[in-house]
Nanobody
Framework: QVQLVESGGGLVQAGGSLRLSCAAS????????MGWYRQAPGKQRELVAD???????NYADSVKGRFTISRDNAKNTVYLQMNSLKPEDTAVYYC????????????????WGQGTLVTVSS
């Protein structure tokens, strides 16, 4: 069983900053890609950013230059530093990881966090 615990969401004014964290625990041999997705009311869930085990990153165009994703492999934790927040960044943010469980290094499994709400006021 693998669990993701997210933290760091909240209410912030436009132009402000927040830092999201997501810690993974459980039967994990290694974590491959870690990422953040978001879902605004009435919209589909979309990729915000992801990062490979080696540190390669990928960002949605809407957040490039404002958000930074990073990870601590020793702590099985991924972070999302969000700066210059805009009202349109308001959404529930979900952590997502792809991992290999103990004893099954060839498998790639996926797990989602419960989501953390980010609200940006104008």
């Amino acid at each position: 069983q693998v669990q993701l615990v997210e933290s760091g969401g909240g209410l912030v004014q436009a132009g402000g900053s927040l830092r999201l964290s997501c810690a993974a625990s459980g039967s994990i041999l290694s974590i491959n890609t870690m990422g953040w997705y978001r879902q605004a009311p009435g919209k589909q869930r979309e990729l915000v950013a992801d990062i490979t085990r080696g540190g390669s990153t990928n960002y949605a165009d809407s957040v490039k230059g404002r958000f930074t994703i990073s990870r601590d492999n020793a702590k099985n934790t991924v972070y999302l530093q969000m700066n210059s927040l805009k009202p349109e960044d308001t959404a529930v943010y979900y952590c997502n990881i792809h991992y290999s469980p103990y004893g099954f290094s060839f498998r790639d499994l996926e797990v989602w966090g419960q989501g953390t709400l980010v609200t940006v006021s104008s």
